[in-house]
């Protein structure tokens, strides 16, 4: 009888150990795996140039944002977008491709930051931007940082001027998207595919630009251009590509493709990936652009 007993108390308490595991299962299958419904979705907004602001809840990180109007002067058509930092909101970042200006505005970064806000960067450029007066997180290639709510990796990017740069993955809300800077064609887009696609938004550069500064010139895109962009979206495995750092004209030494944005719809269709043309100033919808 008391075996028996014993043999009781011992099975209630192993159940009762268990109740917390079923309920939180229970949990799983209600929702279907889905995220509870008071957890924040991640947004985006495209900024100027190559620049997107990454919201969630009151966290913000900021890619390559730019407001400088000197970096292009008259020659870039996108409106300036601001980046002020507001006392209600949370945690700021501020992630960089490379060191370029149109890459690394001091100004935007200065303005998306405030006083408590940190740049996120290669470990390459961490000197540089300390140097600049900021507080400086150096993050080395695939090294996952997790800030606030977001998870940043660095992953490889191509240089048109030979200098270091990287993309960046970031994942948070239940979405991941990768923002490409202005890097040109690379191999590596089948080992980012791989190791961390599908994603829900490729940030692409399209405008294929062609530099005149360096001697002899090369004739070659230091830049993807829209048909690459297309390529390198589906290697990533991208549900949408949105593209980004197009819109000079005019400027010495720097041309770019004609019609980008028709260029990289038709690429895109072809491979059968939607594309979305978000303004600057505006969120995406994370559906793809309609065509006419």
């Given at each position: 009888?008391?075996v028996a ?19 939180v ?7 279907d ?6 957890a ?8 100027a140039?190559?620049?997107i602001?990454l919201?969630?809840?009151k966290?913000?990180l900021?890619?390559d944002?730019?407001i400088?109007?000197?970096?292009w002067?008259a ?7 601001p ?16 060191r ?5 505005d ?8 405030g ?7 290669s ?15 150096p993050?080395?290639?695939?090294e996952?940082a997790?800030l606030?709510?977001f ?9 048109g ?20 800077g ?8 089948w080992?980012i595919g791989r ?9 692409l ?5 062609l530099?005149?500064?360096?001697k ?18 589906a290697?990533?495995?991208?549900r949408l590509?949105?593209?980004i750092?197009?819109?000079?004209s005019g ?17 895109a269709?072809?491979?059968?990936i ?19």
């Amino acid at each position: 009888m008391r075996v028996a007993t014993r043999r009781q108390l011992l099975r209630t308490a192993a159940l009762a150990s268990l109740w917390p595991l079923r309920r939180v299962v229970a949990q799983l299958r209600t929702t279907d795996g889905a995220a509870p419904e008071s957890a924040p979705t991640l947004r985006a907004q495209r900024l100027a140039w190559a620049g997107i602001r990454l919201q969630l809840g009151k966290d913000a990180l900021f890619l390559d944002p730019l407001i400088a109007a000197d970096v292009w002067g008259a020659a870039l058509r996108d409106p300036l977008v601001p980046v002020e930092a507001k006392e209600a909101e949370g945690a700021r970042y501020v992630l960089i491709t490379h060191r370029h200006p149109d890459h690394f505005d001091k100004k935007a970064a200065r303005s998306a930051l405030g006083d408590t806000g940190t740049v996120v960067c290669s470990a390459d450029s961490a000197a540089s931007v300390a140097a600049a007066g900021f507080r400086v997180r150096p993050v080395a290639l695939y090294e996952p940082a997790l800030l606030a709510e977001f998870t940043a990796t660095p992953v490889p990017a191509s240089d048109g001027n030979g200098d270091t740069q990287v993309s960046w993955i970031v994942s948070g809300g239940g979405r991941k998207v990768i923002h490409c800077g202005d890097t040109m064609w690379h191999p590596q887009w089948w080992q980012i595919g791989r190791q961390h696609g599908p994603f829900d938004a490729a940030f692409l550069p399209i405008n294929g630009a062609l530099f005149g500064w360096r001697k002899p010139e090369s004739g070659v895109p230091a830049v993807l251009t829209p048909e690459q962009a297309a390529a390198a979206g589906a290697i990533l495995g991208a549900r949408l590509i949105v593209p980004i750092h197009y819109g000079v004209s005019g400027a010495d030494a720097y041309t770019e493709v004609p019609d980008a944005e028709a260029a990289l719809l038709e690429a895109a269709r072809g491979r059968g990936i939607g594309v979305e043309i978000v303004r600057p100033g505006d969120w995406l919808t994370w559906k793809p652009t309609a065509r006419g």
